[in-house]
């Protein structure tokens, strides 16, 4: 509920009793008013009401009439209280908002032909429902558009002064970047400090606008609402899963809407802890990538040196008689497969049937291999697979320790959560990370630590939680054996040690402890800054052992979770799409598993412990051992460093195969490319990082001879011969409902059940002693250069790009374009003796390449920031890549590089 | 039954009273004007209210009334108009028609599309000599639309003001939209 909403979770307002309309309702003390009168059904019009903000009572428009007051009162801003008698209903109650309607519509322009929210707008709404035909004293306020954002155009003649948007930025977001301005007379909505509006561009404040007084400079003019078809579906860009509407006209996507609109305006403020509805500057502005010229559109097939278009069927039946006879050549394990984790789960489960059972190898990948396996595979320990927590507990925790997460920018939307847990429900948020981060800044404890250092740091915690005895003794004492274990490992570390490693001091890491420790509800959050960086999968581990010795493991409201960067991570580890796993997922060597999924399959399986992960391919490309690699929607050229040896991987190969919306980098090498459909042409579900299953539904017909990625591979099944009676999207669904019961619970993510007696009484001992002896930071390839001009080299997301998808959205390339840029901190530029824009040669031992320098406040000294979105120049090559020893991820985010002037 | 005496019957039926009847309203017509045209050597006047082939109508300056607000779109009852419309590459913040399409061969001639067009736009001319061999050419397009409109300029004008939709070209400007200026970019950007 809005006005003053209960400042903790735990807390339950008095229940109090009043009159509306002659009945009797009840209601939580201290609401407002107009929230009570909704809950009862009755619909009062109100422009400036959203239930995801306080009321701010500027429209005049939720006028009731309470006993005892002579004029009638704004509902919205009044308190609902014991005893009140309230009427809603009445000719004066019409006709005095009729008058405010009136008064609105005075200084309107009527300019609704050529206004982008025509028949989608409240006032207009109003004034039809209030017949308003004649207006005296109506005078246009002739103020100039401003169009100097990149995105928003605000024409401020159109405005209301409802203070939706400005209040969306600054309770919602939190990122208050509009504000009220008196100009030409008017009160006018401005960017801040009357500035061109930057800021995270995530256009809430554009589907809160009930008028036109904010629009799309993308869909400027290019529509109107009663010509757009609306298919609800599931964002493709990252992890969170948001649920939006692609608004299409025939075949070109025209805008993107989602769930919170002024129109949506009733709700309680408790709702918001499964999102508030919006979307991120990447679901809302970054779709034009699906009608882009650049799509492919016809299999293309390579004669010679170019690559030629070809019809399907010869395409398909080209792949099948190369597949067959390396098949037959080499063997199946001659063959790999990788594809990435933005297909849906069905793409995912056709995929790996078709390669384990009618290529039968298991060499088969998914791009969580990149760092979200890290965090599976640490928590099968506990028998999960996945996040432990749902958004509402995230909101509700009392602590949130977020390690190595800018969740601002690689998952916007989680981050609100996040934000709301602590402004509304004052949660204490301890911050982790090398930078500072835009959830630092909110945060009650941001710490910078050492660039690399997220796993020492978290081993200190453990042992700050020993040393001071805030271990949960419920649990210690179920497991005295384990916590003994974990007792003498960390006994050998010391605390001074790590507050020099990491950069905290002793007191700081004793004090976080306690809060984690002390809050009966914490949560620990990891993202790229864990999962992506050296020994990962450890890092993990040590925060498992934070969570149980503290006793937040099997407790509700607490837990382990993380976020991915890819759409369907999850879902790629649930459909089985790694060597390890089987669909569900469970351990691909496990014999029950297996027979059950021959049986299924008809078909055997590879032999067990067999089966090469991402890295393991393109080294067994490199000696020649794989022959044929299949690549769906994967564009390693462009992801992986050059030291790996992807190109020489690629150039050995008789056969690759790209399945890609776009003609990528690697495309460009391929013998066979297959267009692909993007997702707004799929029918099938996503998972996103909470466990829920999201539908995506088709917008649009697939464009040119483009097809969805499973028909692709039943279609080269079938050419070979194989059985994979699949007709429709409902046949794959049908068969992965039938073995993996339960998985398709849409909407909802089973609770994830934790099981600490297998995982701390079997070789948690010797596995601990181990984890806890090298807390040193893995020794970084350091350049060839002097201490003084050596950085630490981050590969980061921003909140405007989401892998190399996002470069293909002329939208969010005009937002963020890539500009070379590499961002230091303004210190180190002036020790540099550089200035902003300053040209350089960032190199390390595997290379160099020419940037710019930009100074960035947030960044500490040593540190620097570069896009991982841009292929150009080719800073992924200075990295070399560090292969986790268990699980095989890949490493190439941080590096150390020497800078100087160009 | 109105019962005839034998002696009339007989005298109708010797002297061909019915030929008689028939004959005098033939013979009649000898003397009146003819009632038919000789299409298409002679064409009847029309009037003003006709509603013919549709035309899109320009400001007397020249310039387009449309502004591709789509509502004669969504007036129209057998779905004949497709409006697309963007923001003017060269007048920016200006909204108009980038492509306009009449599928003549649907329209039922009701004129709601006329009376929907808030700066109007589109108006109903005395043309409906626009049969042809081909029936791809009765999809008319923007182009065909604006030629119509500026050939049959002064029917259009009396078709408005017989409908009360428009009295003359002062009427006209004071529907005109007039499109907001944009704020000069500031310096740095």
């Known amino acids: 509920m809005a006005l003053k909403p209960v400042t903790t979770p735990d807390a339950e307002a008095a229940t109090i009793e009043l009159t509306i309309d002659g009945e009797p309702v009840s209601a939580k003390e201290g609401v407002s008013l107009y929230d009570v009168i909704a809950s009862t059904g009755r619909i009062i019009p109100a422009m400036c009401y959203h239930y995801t903000f306080d009321p701010f009572g500027s429209c005049g428009m939720c006028l009731v009439i309470q006993e005892g007051k002579k004029a009638p009162v704004r509902s919205c801003t009044a308190k609902a209280t014991a005893g009140m008698v309230v009427r809603t209903q009445g000719e004066d109650l019409i006709q005095a908002r009729k008058k405010a309607v009136e008064k609105h519509l005075s200084v309107h322009p009527l300019d609704c032909p050529v206004c982008d929210a025509d028949g989608h707008c409240e006032l207009q709404d109003m004034a039809f429902l209030h017949g308003v035909t004649n207006l005296a004293n109506a005078r246009p306020k002739n103020i100039p558009e401003d169009t100097r954002s990149l995105v928003l155009d605000f024409n401020m003649n159109r405005c209301i002064a409802c203070g939706e948007c400005i209040n969306i930025c600054k309770d919602v977001q939190r990122i208050d970047a509009l504000q009220f301005m008196k100009k030409g007379g008017f009160t006018q909505v401005v960017a801040k400090g009357d500035q061109p509006l930057v800021c995270e561009f995530c256009g809430d404040c554009l589907a809160v606008c009930p008028v036109g007084a904010i629009t799309n400079k993308f869909s400027k003019y290019a529509y109107k609402p009663w010509q757009l078809k609306k298919t609800t579906t599931t964002c493709n860009y990252c992890g969170d899963g948001c649920q939006m509407y692609l608004e299409t006209k025939d075949t070109d996507v025209i805008r993107v809407t989602s769930f919170l609109s002024w129109k949506n305006k009733w709700g309680d403020r408790a709702d918001t802890v499964n999102g508030h509805g919006g979307l991120c500057v990447r679901g809302r502005f970054g779709f034009q990538f699906i009608d882009s010229p650049d799509r492919l559109q016809i299999p293309l097939v390579r004669r010679g040196d170019s690559l030629v278009e070809t019809p399907w069927i010869e395409a398909l039946d080209l792949a099948a008689d190369r597949l067959k006879a390396i098949k037959a050549a080499h063997g199946p394990h001659a063959i790999a497969g990788v594809i990435t984790a933005r297909c849906t789960n069905e793409d995912l489960y056709v995929f790996q049937k078709f390669m384990r059972s009618v290529i039968g190898t298991n060499h088969l990948d998914s791009s969580a291999r990149y760092g979200h396996v890290n965090f599976v595979r640490a928590m099968r320990a506990l028998g999960a697979t996945r996040a432990m927590n749902t958004s509402a507990e995230i909101t509700k925790a009392n602590t949130i320790l977020l390690v190595g997460s800018d969740i601002t920018e690689t998952n916007p939307v989680a981050s609100l959560r996040i934000k709301e847990a602590i402004g509304v429900y004052k949660a204490q948020v301890i911050v982790v990370d090398s930078m500072v981060t835009n959830i630092g800044k909110l945060a009650s404890y941001p710490l910078l630590i050492t660039p690399g250092t997220e796993r020492a740091f978290i081993q200190g915690l453990v042992k700050s939680v020993v040393e001071q005895d805030l271990v949960d003794e419920e649990t210690v004492s179920r497991f005295p054996e384990a916590f003994a274990a974990l007792k003498h490992a960390v006994a050998a570390l010391s605390l001074d040690h790590i507050s020099a490693l990491t950069g905290v001091a002793v007191d700081q890491i004793h004090e976080v402890a306690r809060v984690f420790a002390e809050a009966p509800r914490s949560i620990i959050l990891c993202g790229e800054g864990v999962v992506r960086q050296s020994r990962g999968y450890d890092t993990v581990l040590a925060l498992i052992d934070l969570a149980w010795v503290t006793g937040k493991l099997g407790r509700p409201g607490c837990g382990v979770s993380t976020v991915t960067e890819e759409a369907n991570e999850q879902g790629a580890i649930d459909m089985g799409v790694a060597p390890e796993f089987l669909p569900g997922p469970v351990s691909f060597d496990d014999p029950v598993a297996r027979e059950k999924w021959e049986r299924a399959w008809e078909s055997p399986l590879p032999p067990r412990g067999e089966g090469a992960s991402l890295m393991e391919i393109i080294q067994l490309c490199r000696e020649g051992r794989i022959k044929a690699l299949y690549l769906v929607g994967e564009n390693p050229l462009a992801t992986l460093p050059e030291s790996c040896g992807i190109r020489e991987a690629l150039a050995n190969l008789e056969l690759l195969i790209c399945q890609d919306p776009f003609l990528t980098e690697t495309a460009q090498f391929a013998h066979l490319v297959f267009p692909a459909c993007t997702f707004a042409e799929k029918e099938g579900t996503l998972t996103n990082q909470e466990g829920k299953v999201q539908f995506v539904r088709p917008a649009l017909d697939p464009l040119g001879e483009s097809a969805v990625d499973w028909h692709i591979f039943v279609g080269i099944a079938q050419s070979m011969g194989a059985k994979m009676p699949y007709t429709a999207t409902s046949d794959v669904q049908a068969e992965i409902r039938k073995l993996l019961p339960g998985y398709y619970n849409l909407g909802r993510s089973k609770p994830v059940a934790v099981q600490l007696e297998p995982y701390l009484e079997n070789g948690y001992r010797h596995n601990v002693a181990e984890r806890y002896k090298g807390y040193e930071v893995a020794p970084l390839p350091s350049a060839t250069a002097s201490p003084d001009t050596r950085f630490h080299l981050y590969l980061k997301q921003v909140i405007y790009h989401s892998g190399k998808l996002s470069t293909r959205a002329s939208g969010l390339m005009k937002i963020s374009p890539n500009r070379h840029l590499l961002q230091m901190a303004p210190e180190d530029l002036a020790s540099l003796g550089l200035s902003d824009g300053a040209e350089i040669r960032v190199s390390s031992d595997r290379g160099s390449v020419k940037l710019q320098a930009r100074p960035d406040p947030a960044l500490p000294r040593g540190v620097c920031v570069y896009p991982e979105h841009f292929i150009e120049p080719p800073v992924k090559d200075l990295f070399s890549v560090d292969l986790d020893p268990v699980t095989h991820v890949p490493y190439f985010k941080l590096s150390q590089v020497a800078i100087e002037k160009a | ?189």
Request: with cysteine; charged share 35%; aromatic share 12%.
């Open chain 2, 1 to 189: 039954m109105k019962s005839t005496s034998t002696a009339k019957k007989f005298w109708d039926t010797v002297l061909f009273r019915e030929i008689w009847d028939a004959m005098k309203v033939t013979f009649k017509h000898m003397f009146h004007r003819p009632m038919t045209f000789q299409y298409p050597r002679e064409k009847r006047t029309i009037p003003d209210t006709h509603r013919g082939a549709l035309g899109l109508l320009r400001y007397d300056d020249g310039k387009e009334r449309c502004v591709g607000c789509d509502l004669c779109e969504a007036a129209c009852p057998s779905r004949c108009i497709k409006v697309i419309s963007e923001e003017d590459k060269s007048m920016p913040l200006e909204r108009y028609a980038s492509e306009f399409y009449i599928d003549i061969t649907k329209c039922v001639f009701c004129g709601y599309c006329v009376e929907a067009c808030p700066v109007n736009a589109l108006a109903m001319t005395k043309l409906y000599e626009y049969s042809t061999h081909d029936k791809r050419t009765l999809l008319f397009d923007k182009k065909r639309l604006y030629e119509i409109g500026d050939r049959y300029i002064e029917d259009a004008k009396k078709y408005l003001y017989a409908h009360n939709l428009e009295k003359d070209d002062e009427a006209s400007r004071a529907y005109r939209y007039h499109f907001p200026e944009p704020v000069l970019k500031s310096n740095d950007s």
